[in-house]
């Protein structure tokens, strides 16, 4: 079993920053994927970025150059730096973990507005 803790979210004005973590607890192997997704009020949830644990990186093309993901192997947290944040970056951010099994957290709401 894996648990996954975010955190990170909130209320930001358009063109804002924020960084989510998640971190992983739990049986967790070396090798696996961790990553980003969210899911808007009447959409369906959507990958934003992954990385794997040996570093490769996929980004949704609507967060490409704004969005960034990394994350420390050693602490088992994967983060998601969120830059020139856009009203329709609003919605429930959920934090995935993938090694054989899918594990989801619990979600953060991210709401961009002025």
């Known amino acids: 079993q894996v648990q996954l803790v975010e955190s990170g979210g909130g209320l930001v004005q358009p063109g804002g920053s924020l960084r989510l973590s998640c971190a992983a607890s739990g049986t967790i192997f070396s090798i696996n994927t961790m990553g980003w997704y969210r899911q808007a009020p009447g959409k369906q949830r959507e990958l934003v970025a992954s990385m794997t644990s040996g570093g490769i990186t996929n980004y949704a093309n609507s967060v490409k150059g704004r969005f960034t993901i990394s994350r420390d192997n050693a602490k088992n947290t994967v983060y998601l730096q969120m830059n020139s944040l856009k009203p329709e970056d609003t919605a429930v951010y959920y934090c995935?973990?993938?090694?054989?099994?899918?594990?989801w957290g619990q979600g953060t709401q991210v709401t961009v507005s002025s």
């Open positions: 995935r973990y993938v090694r054989g099994s899918i594990y």
